[in-house]
């Protein structure tokens, strides 16, 4: 069994001040007449993906005809360009300005924040701890390749909640560490899952892990706290590779106990 906690309650509209401007205080940002707030990908917010989007809007004069985002977290990106597209503006000279969309998740609590105002959405829910059963999805065989190299590791992974949305487990590296799956999410064929790596006493690396798991293979892409990106696969162990579940003995998170 596996305690997993979930918000029940509907989020809350809070208008705050607008920060003072930290980059390009000469720019001028219209008065928004229409103002749409983007919902937070369930994916990135599963992971605690956070992160300011900024986002250049060019407008004809009211509206919005392009909207790209210039940097931020991927996984947030296109929920703030899809948002930023259905906005208007207060009649002023057709050109180019940068929206700024702040996503942060403290606790419980979900914030984010848009353009001149400031719309701040929180998530303050009681907390419910509720057991669930979990499926074990089996022992996977991965390489992951990137910025420093290819390396290896083994993950094993369970789905568990009221609809099996959520993936629990433990990674081994080929150091023979074994950490647990910080947090991880499934949806169809998409997979999330977060692994914080102690590195050394006092600090831990945090990389997060995407992919689409299709029969016996996983493939996607990762990137951790330092920047690094890259891509890894996964292949599903059978049942008969003790050699690959021997590596999960001794595991302090095993999800089947």
């Known amino acids: 069994m596996k305690r997993i906690r979930q918000s029940c309650l509907p989020w809350s509209l809070f208008l ?19 103002q749409t707030n983007p919902t937070y990908p369930p994916i990135a917010r599963t992971a605690h993906i956070q992160g300011d989007v900024r986002v250049k809007v060019t407008t004809d004069g009211t509206s919005v005809l392009s909207a790209e985002a210039d940097s931020g977290p991927p996984l947030l990106r296109k929920a703030s360009e899809d948002a930023a597209r259905t906005w208007k503006f207060a009649p002023h000279p057709a050109g180019s300005f940068h929206l700024t969309f702040h996503y942060m998740i403290m606790g419980d609590q979900l914030a984010l924040s ?20 979990s499926m074990d999805l089996g022992v996977w065989q991965g390489r992951r390749r ?9 993950v094993r992974l369970f789905s568990t909640g009221e ?37 050394s006493d006092a600090k831990t690396l945090s990389t997060i892990y995407t992919g689409r798991i299709k029969d016996d293979k996983i493939v996607g892409a990762f990137v951790d706290d330092s920047g690094t990106t890259g891509t890894w696969t996964a292949t599903r162990a059978d049942a008969s590779d003790m050699q690959a579940i021997s590596r999960f003995h001794g595991c302090s998170a095993d999800a089947s106990e």
């Open 114 to 133: 848009q353009g001149t105002g400031v719309v701040v959405v929180v998530a303050s829910p009681p907390q419910l701890i509720v057991e669930y059963a």
């Open 146 to 154: 990137g910025q420093n190299g290819v390396s290896r590791f083994a």
């Open 163 to 199: 609809r099996g949305q959520w993936l629990i487990g433990n990674l081994v590296g080929t150091d023979g560490q074994c950490v647990e799956i910080d947090s991880g999410t499934i949806d169809g064929e998409i997979i999330a899952i977060t692994v914080k790596q102690p590195i």
């Open 16 to 34: 705050w001040p607008a920060p003072l401007p930290t980059q390009q205080p000469a720019e001028v940002v219209p008065q928004a007449t229409v």
